[in-house]
Every structure is written in C-alpha cells, then in structure tokens.
Nanobody, 115 residues
C-alpha cells in the first residue's frame, strides 16, 4: 500500500524554524519526483517546493531563500527545512509523490506561525 506520512508541523513564532518530514512507504518513491504543497484557510492548495528524480529543486517565489527541500533516498524520506517563518506561511503542508501517471498525497501537517 502506497503511503506518505508528514510530520514536524507545529506552532512557531515569526522568524522561527521548522523541519517537516515526509516518510514514504517502502522505497517506491526513491529517486522519483516529489513535492511539498500547502493550503491556507479559504485558499487554494499551492506548490511550495519540488525535487526531481535527479535532485534538482524548484521553489515558489514566496519561499525562495527561506525554505529548502531535500531527500534521503535510503531512508525514503523527504524534508522541508523552513527558516525565517512568517505568519503568511501558516497552512496545512502536504507532501506529494508521483509514480508514473499516478500521484499520491499525505494527510498533511499543520504549520502555524504567530506574529
């Protein structure tokens, strides 16, 4: 069964940091494209950062220079290091992985940044 499980969310003050993790079941996502998305209340889900099979990365303009996406293939885990957090970063963060034409989502982890 394909499963993605996020963790690491929480409440942090503006300017603080959090590190999100996305644990994938088995090694099926190893070296496959993965990404982090977020959805704030009453807003559409948006792409935050992605990492391709060759390790190249892409970021939304709003998080460039503050967030870093990475992965540990042997541990089947993807990370999102979030620094200099702002109240507008408050959202539920989801990880997403692709297997061919199919994609899979985690259940999400809440990140709340207080001002």
């Amino acid at each position: 069964q394909v499963q993605l499980v996020e963790s690491g969310g929480g409440l942090v003050q503006a300017g603080g940091s959090l590190r999100l993790s996305c644990q994938a079941s088995g090694n099926i996502f190893s070296r496959r494209p993965m990404a982090w998305y977020r959805q704030a209340p009453e807003k559409q889900r948006e792409l935050v950062a992605s990492i391709s099979s060759d390790g190249s990365t892409n970021y939304a303009d709003s998080v460039k220079g503050r967030f870093t996406i990475s992965r540990d293939n042997p541990k089947n885990t993807m990370f999102l290091q979030m620094n200099s957090l702002k109240p507008e970063d408050t959202a539920v963060y989801y990880c997403r992985g692709w297997l061919g034409a199919a994609d899979y989502w985690g259940q999400g982890t809440q990140v709340t940044v207080s001002s």
